[in-house]
């Protein structure tokens, strides 16, 4: 044990994980396969013979009732007031003149208008009965639609005399039978003689007709196995009746190779043959015709049965498993310590401590991951303190570059206008422009710093906007409302011009009507929040998602300002501020800065 323990100790973790997985296969799949098969052949072969028996006794049934019933309308039909009358007629006639000068009545074609009045209310497709014959007093077979008579009067002779027959109906064997229209078939036939119910003369004689497919279709209806067949035997062996009509008339034994050990017995069960070709043979006496029912099941077609063997399979399964879960416990509990370890130095760093590391040593592949993971963090570590000095320069060129923007493109549109109202005679308006734009580089400039108040950022705006309506005076107009609470909050310089300059350029100057430029301020608990609306042609959904998100191609300038300003305020304050940006087209934009609520005179 001890030279096993020092190896398996020493070899590595995919080993040792894979070696106990085998070890558990093995014996789970070893104790389901055997238990499964001992319970299953036991289960499917008992059921396999119950099914068969009890199929066995329901052919019997429907079968006997079939036959009682095509007795019956022999009955029925032999005691028909309407063909008894015919039949008597015939017979009185048939005594009554000689033969050389005898016309049957049945040449009249009344008496076979009726004949056929009453056959055919007893044959199809009102019933299972193919054809009825008639055989009268003067020694003619009457059929009305499909019986051959020469065939029958070669059957059953030319007379109800010539033939021995009792009160009762009786059932012939299977015969080959030709009928008119569809050549040979395979037929049981029924006989009854007509006794005269006046008189108690033999008048005639009747045969009904039924197909031996019409027997087969009974056991066909109640197969519960595929391969499953059914044969019906005669007294002598004889197969009467089978799913392969070649099999008919042929001995039961000559044409299966099956030997059915006690032939007078009533029910019985039993296996022949070997391997694949094993089946199980059941038998069924049907009484009192002295035939015999027969199924023939392949063991293949029981074994697929497998709901026994599925139930066990769970049961013995989750004993396994839960056998396999306390052995791999146990065994992966030595394994599985360092990886833990490693997974609450993780779980540590991932809550922003991001000095800590792995203390465990080893020179398995777990001492090998914490090593790596350990030099890891350390580069992660330095990786984002170049990351956030990176951030804050590019954050300070977008800003400086914003400005260079801003200022001469604005200063030189400005000038234009200045110019051009003062060719207009417009001196007032003229002198008006340039003191908001005084006022405006006045407040950009802030003497050199970045950060100024809320309301100078909002006297700024207020610049800009004037000059834009002088400009755009058919395209817009603006309304501005801050709450004095805010005013004295710190904000980033020229954080709302961008975005009042997008909102006139690319929303309300595509509009065919004038619009509106509404910017609100208000305190939202800890947070201020200042939203730019317009009612412009808005922005579509695909560029509301790449408006704020970050581009490598320097060559893209849609939504500088916007990006850069969005992007200076999360540098400043953290990833929980920002802009926020919402649209539908044709209707408007809204964008909606957040802040936090630090006021001046808190610095």
């Known amino acids: ?127 299972n009965i193919k054809a009825v014959s008639v055989l009268t007093s003067n020694h003619q077979w009457v059929d009305v639609g499909f019986a051959d008579n020469e065939f029958a009067s070669r059957i059953f002779g030319s007379g109800p005399e010539a033939t021995d027959h009792s009160f009762e109906p009786v059932l012939t064997g299977l015969m080959k039978f030709k009928f008119r229209y569809e050549g040979d ?59 392969n009509k070649a099999n008919l008339y042929l001995d039961f034994k000559e044409a299966t190779s099956i030997s059915i050990p006690n032939s007078t017995q009533v029910e019985s069960g039993f296996f022949q043959g070997n391997g694949s070709e094993k089946v199980l043979v059941s038998t069924h006496r049907l009484e009192p015709l002295e035939w015999s029912i027969v199924s023939v099941i392949p063991i293949d077609e029981i074994t697929v049965e497998r709901k026994e063997i599925n139930k066990l399979i769970i049961w013995i399964g989750s004993l396994c498993l839960l056998f396999a879960f306390i052995i791999s416990y146990l065994l992966s509990r030595s394994i599985t310590r360092p990886i833990f370890q490693l997974s609450r130095t993780m779980r540590d760093i991932r809550t922003g401590h991001l000095t800590v590391r792995s203390s465990y040593q080893s020179s398995d592949e777990i001492g090998y991951l914490n090593d790596v993971f350990n030099n890891l963090m350390d580069r992660i570590e330095e990786l984002m303190a170049e990351n956030v000095e990176e951030q804050k320069t590019k954050a300070e060129i977008e800003f400086k570059l914003l400005q260079t923007q801003v200022q001469p493109h604005f200063l030189y549109n400005t000038l234009e206008t200045i110019i051009s109202l003062i060719k207009l005679n417009m001196k007032t308006e003229a002198i008006t422009a340039a003191k908001y734009m005084a006022n405006f580089y006045k407040i950009s400039l802030s003497k050199g710093n970045d950060i100024i108040s809320l309301r100078e950022e909002m006297q700024l705006s207020e610049s800009y906007l004037e000059i834009q309506q ?66 412009g042609v808005g922005i579509e959904e695909s560029q509301i998602k790449g408006l704020l998100r970050e581009v490598s191609d320097t060559s893209e300038r849609t939504g500088f300002g916007v990006r850069s300003v969005h992007n200076r305020i999360r540098m400043l304050y953290g990833d929980r501020y920002g802009l926020e940006v919402e649209s539908e087209v044709g209707l408007y934009t809204r964008v909606t800065i957040r802040l936090p609520f630090k006021p001046l005179r808190e610095v």
Request: aromatic letters at 8%.
């Open 185 to 243: 078939d395979n037929v049981f036939a029924v006989s009854k003689t007509v006794i005269h119910k006046d008189t108690g003369k033999t008048v005639g004689l009747v045969v009904l007709y039924v197909k031996e497919t019409v027997i087969a279709s009974i056991y066909e209806r109640k197969m519960n196995y595929k391969g499953g067949n059914f044969y019906i035997l005669d007294q002598y062996g004889k197969i009467i009746s089978s799913q």
């Open 1 to 127: 044990m001890k030279w096993f323990t020092k190896y398996f100790s020493g070899i590595s973790i995919k080993n040792k994980i894979f070696s106990t997985n085998i070890l558990i296969i093995i014996i789970s799949i070893s104790i389901i396969a055997l238990f499964a098969n001992i319970v299953s052949q036991k289960a499917i072969i008992e059921k396999a013979v119950k099914n068969s028996s009890r199929e066995l006794v329901l052919i019997d049934n429907n079968l006997q009732t079939l036959i009682t019933t095509v007795e019956d309308y022999s009955k029925i039909l032999a005691t028909d007031y309407r063909l008894q009358n015919e039949l008597y007629s015939d017979f009185l006639e048939n005594n009554n003149s000689s033969a050389s000068q005898h016309v049957g009545g049945l040449d009249n074609l009344s008496m076979k208008k009726t004949l056929s009045e009453v056959i055919s209310n007893i044959v199809e497709p009102n019933t």
């Open 470 to 535: 002088l400009r755009y005076v058919e395209y817009m107009e603006y309304s501005m409302d801050i709450d004095e609470e805010i005013m004295s909050c710190l904000i980033s310089k020229l954080t709302l011009q961008p975005i009042v300059e997008n909102a006139i350029y690319h929303g309300l100057k595509r509009k065919m009507e004038k619009g509106l430029l509404r910017i609100t301020g208000r305190r939202v608990g800890d947070e201020v929040r200042i939203e730019i609306y317009d009612n």
